[in-house]
């Protein structure tokens, strides 16, 4: 009778420079993914911790446009970058190595490439914490972050919708099988408040809760539809620097608390 061949083991290489790696993915696109990571990093900020923000969404980088940054990343050796700061926080992307409306018509292997680029070969220094927003999906670059970055969890954004769910659920059971730590579940435009005073549940009710229950995760908590969200992505001020009072930042600041306190 023959054995079963042993699990492959992948060796881990940490990302220089930073404490602790936290991945936000969302497996499904449109979800408000990237909107949640750049609020989350400087929530944590708010918590005094010293952040970086790596956009490891290879195809469609939101980063540079979320915190009004488009700069080339300087290189004193011609190997190794330098990440840009914007508000005090160390930020690398792809989006700026290329220009805004150049398409990323890459293979496996190249994306590969660029994230180890971005992880191995970026003068990361004295961070507290990375914030990786990852692409939609479950393929290269999850991959590669699960087998060969030290990564301390993940956070995983979504919609109450059934439809994302399905693939939330393909993404957790990635993560698991990687052994990645999911830190939490966070349910994006979950509701709507109208003139009237009333939560509108536009994409459904309950569904990112349930999902996390149901798979023994942790639900970080819920992120309403709101335009002073909407308004500060587009200006490139996340809301949770630019007004750490808000009601909504004060969400985002309850859901920063908990992954803060699940690693340190």
């Given at each position: ?9 992948f060796?881990?290489?940490p ?37 970086g ?9 939101s980063?540079?446009?979320?915190i ?27 989006g700026f190595?290329v ?11 190249m ?6 680029t971005?992880t ?14 990852m692409p ?7 991959l ?44 994006n435009?979950?509701?709507f ?10 994409f ?13 995760k ?38 920063a608390e ?6 340190h």
């Amino acid at each position: 009778m023959s054995q079963k061949p042993p699990p492959k083991h992948f060796v881990k290489t940490p990302i220089n420079g930073t404490k602790s790696v936290v991945l936000v993915s969302s497996a499904k696109g449109g979800v408000g993914k990237s909107t949640v990571a750049v609020n989350i990093a400087f929530a944590l900020q708010n918590l005094g911790l010293k952040i970086g923000i790596l956009d490891a969404d290879v195809y469609g980088p939101s980063i540079p446009k979320l915190i009004n940054l488009n700069e080339k990343p300087k290189s004193e050796d011609g190997k190794a970058m330098i990440p840009l700061e914007k508000y005090n926080a160390q930020c690398m992307s792809m989006g700026f190595l290329v220009d805004e409306q150049t398409p990323m018509i890459w293979r496996g292997p190249m994306v590969i490439s660029a994230i180890k680029t971005m992880t191995q070969n970026v003068l990361w220094k004295d961070r507290d914490i990375i914030i990786v927003d990852m692409p939609p999906g479950t393929g290269d670059t999850q991959l590669t972050f699960a087998q060969q970055v030290k990564v301390d969890g993940a956070v995983i954004v979504s919609t109450p919708q059934d439809l994302a769910l399905l693939d939330v659920k393909r993404g957790i059971q990635m993560f698991d099988k990687t052994g990645v730590k999911i830190l939490g579940l966070i349910d994006n435009m979950s509701y709507f408040k109208g003139d009237d005073g009333k939560d509108y549940k536009i994409f459904g009710e309950s569904g990112v809760e349930k999902t996390a229950k149901e798979f023994t995760k942790d639900f970080l908590g819920s992120i309403p539809i709101h335009q002073d969200l909407r308004s500060s992505a587009d200006k490139g001020e996340p809301l949770t620097l630019s007004n750490p009072d808000h009601e909504v930042s004060k969400l985002f600041m309850s859901m920063a608390e908990k992954i803060k306190q699940s690693f340190h």
